[in-house]
């Protein structure tokens, strides 16, 4: 198909939607190039037209046009695709090029904006971001040459949030989301004011959506690395560390983590395995439950049947409420694996003899998660005396 017959389908799309959500600026012009590039004689001011309209400004909103509030992105995610495709064949018709230009997709999914507590540490993430996130994901890849042959039914199915694969990626994000530690709120606005701790300290962030969860992202210098972003802590530190999150010293160097469920035990989850993490040392899990799933997408390093190496790019909020969640494990600090059977059990028998066994197999930190998670212990051997 010629380049003026694929700027007649785009036009007529694109005058569509525009007709649709009752935005009558851009029209005139629409209607007229279309027709003109209908009849395979395309106007010779159509790319400046493109380049000088401002249409790939526009941004469609509920206050102006005929959308409800969780259209807008949808429309603005085809909008942008089709004044895309539009400015790519104008660059082609303007250079007399007869080759048809591919059509232009991103290489990556867009990040998802959000907010965070500098305070607590809580994160957010409104239900209308979610909602953009997940249409600039996919309706890019729902709009080609085939769909713009019946672009009456593109745009409904757009609108109405129908593409395929729309209900997948909107519980793929939830989990995500949940496992990551990120809430995912009905706000509309901007978060000044924490809802976990009332603190006004906030600020925006977002998120990479990979590797089975939501990875923290630095405005400034792109994907924060890890251990980059991860602060590396002494014994002392993680000692006082363990203190401030409720933990009860029972012994010298052993501490009882209680639950319940509630979103400080999961914030003292996370603050104790992220500092412990930090200790200078490799880390290892130990765990009977089948995380083959997990450890493949973490990139885990296998060192026998249940025991593997954590890396330091891994999320803390995606290990604990992943793989993690249901409790029954070990993971631990130091500086080679541990032998099977050396692991003791800092809930049941000998503390002494528990101590013992830790120090023998050269471990410098252990938590020892009780079967359902609600309870956790932890062992530093170098404070136990």
Do not use: Y
């Not at 395979?40 to 102006?64: H, I, N, Q, V």
């Not at 925006?204 to 992202?217: E, I, K, P």
């Not at 604990?320 to 003791?344: F, I, K, N, S």
Request: proline content about 6%.
């Amino acid at each position: 198909m010629s380049v003026v017959a694929r700027i007649a389908e785009a036009l007529s799309a694109l005058e569509h939607l525009h007709r649709t959500v009752g935005e009558v600026r851009w029209l005139d012009g629409l209607r007229h190039h279309r027709a003109r590039s209908r009849a395979d004689t395309l106007d010779p001011t159509f790319p400046e037209w493109m380049r000088e309209s401002g249409l790939g400004k526009l941004r469609l909103a509920a206050s102006s046009h005929s959308l409800e509030p969780v259209q807008v992105s949808w429309a603005n995610s085809l909008h942008g695709m089709l004044v895309a495709r539009l400015d790519r064949l104008a660059e082609a018709a303007d250079s007399d090029t007869r080759t048809e230009p591919e059509w232009e997709r991103p290489s990556t999914e867009p990040p998802l904006p959000g907010w965070s507590c500098l305070v607590c540490g809580n994160t957010e993430v409104g239900a209308a971001d979610a909602e953009e996130w997940i249409a600039r994901s996919l309706v890019p890849f729902h709009v080609g040459d085939r769909a713009l042959l019946e672009f009456r039914l593109l745009t409904e199915d757009v609108l109405q949030r129908r593409l395929i694969g729309t209900d997948g990626a909107r519980s793929d994000l939830v989990d995500r989301a949940r496992l990551s530690g990120v809430q995912i709120t009905d706000r509309l606005s901007a978060m000044t004011v924490c809802t976990v701790c009332g603190s006004g300290d906030t600020q925006s962030c977002s998120w990479v959506v990979a590797g089975g969860g939501l990875h923290r992202v630095d405005p400034h210098a792109g994907p924060r690395p890890d251990p980059g972003g991860r602060t590396p802590i002494t014994l002392d530190e993680f000692e006082r560390l363990a203190d401030s999150q409720g933990a009860t010293n029972i012994a010298p160097g052993l501490w009882h983590l209680p639950g319940p469920d509630t979103r400080s035990w999961l914030r003292a989850q996370d603050n104790v395995m992220e500092a412990l993490r930090g200790l200078p040392a490799r880390v290892f899990l130990a765990i009977r439950d089948d995380v083959a799933e997990e450890a493949e997408a973490g990139e885990w390093t296998t060192i026998a049947e249940g025991l593997w190496e954590i890396p330091p790019h891994e999320s803390t909020g995606i290990l604990l409420r992943g793989a993690l969640e249901a409790g029954g494990w070990h993971v631990l600090v130091a500086d080679t694996p541990p032998r099977a059977g050396d692991l003791p059990d800092l809930f049941k028998g000998d503390r002494e003899a528990a101590v013992r066994t830790a120090r023998d197999a050269g471990v410098h930190a252990l938590i020892d998660a009780w079967h359902d998670n609600a309870e956790w212990r932890l062992l530093l051997p170098a404070r136990t005396g």
